[in-house]
T-cell receptor, first 112, second 112 residues
């Protein structure tokens, strides 16, 4: 699975859009981009995933660049409850040979 | 609520002992994953089962073993426990290997 790079931490004001970047320059054609988040000591929570096209669900939007080398997760109206560590993972369509590998992620802090 | 149930929520035991952690996956999910999260470590993938068969193995110690039963629930057995085994243990499930994972709320194991 391709390596992903994320900033270690970010701040965002409550009510503003939080834009979390992820670099995956070595992603291959059959690898999806997945986003999860983990609120302190809780189980990670699936947010969204995509292959080429932009995706939106009730939680967030995922924007993938045309060359697929990077993506941005957008939380449109961040609330204090969105404070969490966000993980960007590249995973092939078969699920990968060694499970889902979580890196260090981005610690997003929503400021009141 | 992810639909994944882990029991017990907390477990305190002594060094050298053996414990069993239990996971019930979401209804319809065939794949079960186990992860370990220590204070100073990220989420470490331990092992994955698919429909009763071991599919992938990560950094699982020889003192640890797991299985998935015909009703699809899974157990993680930890033996000869050491202080360093104190951690949060998460179970996740998915329909198949490449689909989003849904995590339980974890079992917090404390070895004294």
């Amino acid at each position: 699975d391709a390596k992903t790079t994320q900033p270690p931490s970010m701040d965002c004001a409550e009510g503003r859009a939080a834009n979390l970047p992820c670099n995956h320059s070595t992603i291959s054609g059959n690898e999806y981009v997945y986003w999860y988040r983990q609120i302190h000591s809780q189980g990670p929570q699936y947010i969204i995933h995509g292959l080429k096209n932009n995706e939106t669900n009730e939680m967030a939007s995922l924007i993938i660049t045309e060359d697929r080398k990077s993506s941005t997760l957008i939380l449109p109206h961040a609330t204090l409850r969105d404070t969490a560590v966000y993980y960007c993972i590249a995973l092939d369509s078969g699920g990968g040979a060694d499970g889902l590998t979580f890196g260090k992620g981005t610690h997003l802090i929503i400021q009141p | 609520d992810s639909g994944v149930t882990q029991t017990p929520k907390h477990l305190i035991t002594a060094t050298g002992q053996r414990v069993t952690l239990r996971c019930s996956p979401r209804s319809g999910d065939l794949s079960v994953y186990w992860y370990q999260q220590s204070l100073d470590q990220g989420l470490q993938f331990l092992i994955q089962y698919y429909n009763g068969e071991e599919r992938a193995k990560g950094n699982i110690l020889e003192r640890f073993s797991a299985q998935q039963f015909p009703d699809l629930h899974s157990e993680l057995n930890l033996s000869s426990l050491e202080l360093g085994d104190s951690a949060l243990y998460f179970c996740a499930s998915s329909v198949w290997g490449g689909s989003p994972l849904h995590f339980g709320n974890g079992t917090r194991l404390t070895v004294t």
